[in-house]
């Protein structure tokens, strides 16, 4: 058995050395894969119906973090070990994260749904992990799988709406940002909204916001001489986005370009292209950062005198923005 599927090594005692206290855990999770894999067809009934326990002991877990419920799991490969000064909403994320890992697997062996949509408490501790770490392939996991419940859908698209993703010129380059949106679309609370205000009210909601910044962003991206592979909006694309986010955030742009003719920070991606601003930051940014190779080069006169260039640029800036703040 151990030559057949290749386990000779695992079971050497080197590698019993290396792994410890985890060796237990590894062979059996290396033996799940295996029936996974190579008995796909033909799945003992007992291993399943162990994977769909330890399942059913994590979900109840996570209800109760402080408990000891996770000693109940069999597999040694589903095992969940307790972390120190863990706090309580930090172990239901991992808790989750555990869950949602054997969920998507007994699915996969099994040809059934996965249960996890139909645990909401699961669902959001998830989804706040991810949007955390701005990890776009789970959270279009997490629309996709959640795709049919329409008020979980409108509230993390109030919620990815505000983490201000979607009008910034960095984050937008990530193709994975688009398959949110697109992933966002197609939900049933996608096309129930729209992606473009409706009505005779004209209503914007939040997957409106997200929609109409994308496109601005997209449009960006193929003006710049950066290569990013996002698709070209159309002008009535871009003229669409940019009078929805003008009837919806007028007020915080002009707030934003207050904040920076006082020299309070910068304003957000989508302002600097809405208002014409972004080629003057750039321009900013290269001064400096010639500046600091000259400092590297030891050639101080000519770093003085790129930083003191950049100031100026700066000041424009403070000045544009001050203008456009009145205007509006």
């Not at 190779?293 to 790129?306: G, H, N, T, V, Y």
Request: hydrophobic letters at 35%; aromatic letters at 6%.
């Amino acid at each position: 058995m151990k030559l057949r599927y290749q386990l000779k090594e695992d079971y050497s005692i080197l590698n019993r050395i290396c792994q410890g206290n985890n060796f237990e855990r590894s062979l059996s999770g290396r033996a799940a894969d295996i029936l996974e894999q190579k008995f796909e067809n033909n799945l003992p009934k007992d291993f399943v119906t162990a994977m769909e326990h330890d399942r059913e002991v994590l979900r109840l877990f996570a209800s109760k973090p402080d408990s000891d419920r996770h000693l109940r799991i069999l597999a040694p490969c589903n095992r969940f070990d307790l972390l120190r000064r863990e706090t309580p909403e930090d172990r239901r994320v991992r808790i989750a994260e555990a869950y949602a890992r054997l969920d998507l697997r007994i699915a996969r062996m099994t040809g059934e749904k996965p249960l996890l949509p139909c645990d909401v408490f699961l669902n959001k501790p998830l989804f706040e992990e991810a949007l955390r770490r701005k990890d776009y392939f789970s959270l279009c996991d997490l629309v996709r799988l959640n795709r049919d419940n329409v008020p979980l859908i409108r509230e993390w698209t109030g919620q990815l709406a505000g983490a201000h993703l979607f009008d910034d010129i960095h984050k937008t380059k990530n193709p994975l940002l688009g398959s949110l949106v697109d992933q966002l679309n197609i939900t049933r609370y996608g096309q129930e909204t729209g992606i473009i205000p409706g009505g005779r009210d004209k209503e914007v909601s939040p997957l409106h916001l997200i929609n109409a910044c994308y496109t601005v962003m997209r449009h960006e991206h193929s003006l710049r001489l950066e290569r990013v592979e996002l698709p070209v909006p159309t002008p009535e694309e871009l003229q669409t986005a940019v009078q929805v986010l003008d009837s919806a955030r007028r007020g915080t742009d002009r707030d934003e370009l207050r904040r920076t003719f006082a020299g309070e920070g910068e304003p957000s991606g989508y302002v600097k292209v809405r208002y014409g601003l972004s080629d003057s930051y750039q321009k900013a940014d290269y001064l400096l950062d010639m500046s600091v190779k000259e400092i590297l080069a030891d050639r101080l006169p000519s770093a003085a005198s790129l930083k003191e260039k950049a100031n100026k640029v700066k000041e424009n800036i403070r000045q544009m923005a001050g203008s456009l703040a009145q205007g509006i």
